[in-house]
């Protein structure tokens, strides 16, 4: 099969969707396809996977283009034109605000890619569930796994519980409000928060119980994870959160908001829909082996990256058959100029 993914920026980039959608790449080279990523931003071809940010690649003829979100650049720009492209679309629902979801989008794709209840809601509101079709993301096991050392490097010692929050310094993320709230809790915990950019002012200030980091290296977040005590995901809203799966390999329990991947994931972690239930689960938190045992096996059995290319084959083998490949429609490059 041939495939283009499309995205707002590729790996080497640091972030949960560059990290994805190069791990989904590279296991589809693994099993024989074909694979494009056309990014926005990126630093060339990777690991055995061309990369480009020429829109021209489009006039090749795909078994799928798979787009994920429609953040400005190139996934925007294919959603917009989804129905007159010669290959069909698959529109990943990653993002759950209103504004962020155009029903153009959702109408002119050729299908639609759900890993939550969240994306299904949107699409059967729309009026488009025969589109729908499980596209579940996951995590390199192996890559998730985090090295010891993160405490020593950072000087916090072995005995103190360590809550651990990660992620880019993005305003969805609420790293300042999570800190205003754990510095409000009981105790002598610390919260450690992680970032690789700050442009949207929205790292913490250091306090004596929180602990704001820039870690543009991964293997510093996933010796992070392996060693905190517990995970918090504080983001009103996520397409996934990634995080929790590698928290859940790593064997660190969580806790997060309603949202994304959580609300998938509950029976493994611990949920909130109001700050006052967060500072309660901080304030009580024990960990539950047995919940943490069926966690990780669950990851292991439901989300890794091989089920989400498993989950993509099927998808191509759904098409209609009006948008299959002997149907195709060619057109202009010109087009996009």
């Given at each position: ?167 880019g310094y993005w305003p969805n993320k609420r790293m300042k409000p999570l800190a205003k709230l754990f510095d409000a809790t009981k105790g002598d915990a610390l919260l450690v928060t992680t970032g690789y950019d700050n442009r ?138």
């Open positions: 099969m041939r495939f283009c993914f499309v995205v707002h920026r590729a790996a080497p980039f640091p972030g949960g969707t560059e990290v994805f959608m190069q791990a989904m790449a590279e296991d589809a080279v693994a099993r024989g396809h074909s694979v494009t990523i056309l990014a926005g931003q990126h630093q060339g071809d990777l690991n055995g996977v061309a990369v480009t940010s020429d829109m021209a690649v489009l006039d090749q003829a795909f078994d799928m283009i798979v787009v994920h979100g429609s953040s400005d650049g190139p996934p925007r720009r294919v959603l917009d034109s989804a129905a007159t492209l010669p290959s069909p679309v698959l529109y990943m629902l990653v993002a759950h605000y209103r504004h962020h979801i155009r029903a153009a989008h959702l109408r002119q794709a050729t299908l639609l890619g759900w890993s939550t209840p969240m994306d299904q809601q949107i699409i059967a509101r729309a009026g488009h569930t025969a589109k729908a079709t499980r596209l579940r993301h996951g995590i390199l096991p192996a890559a998730a796994l985090g090295a010891p050392g993160f405490r020593a490097k950072y000087g916090i010692a072995p005995d103190r519980q360590m809550f651990l929050s990660c992620g949207d002012n929205a790292m913490p200030r250091a306090s004596d119980r929180v602990l704001p980091l820039m870690l543009p290296d991964r293997s510093d977040v996933t010796s992070a994870i392996a060693e905190a005590d517990c995970y918090l995901m504080h983001s009103r809203d996520e397409g996934f959160g990634l995080v929790l799966l590698e928290a859940m390999m790593n064997e660190t329990p969580w806790i997060s908001h309603e949202t994304g991947g959580a609300t998938v994931l509950q029976d493994f972690g611990q949920i909130y829909r109001q700050d006052a239930d967060l500072i309660r689960m901080i304030e009580g938190f024990r960990p539950d082996p047995a919940r943490i045992a069926a966690a990780r096996a669950h990851a292991l059995q439901e989300y890794t990256i091989a089920r989400t290319v498993d989950d993509l084959e099927q998808a191509v083998r759904h098409v209609p058959e009006s948008r299959s490949p002997a149907r195709r429609r060619w057109w202009s490059f010109a087009r996009w100029w």
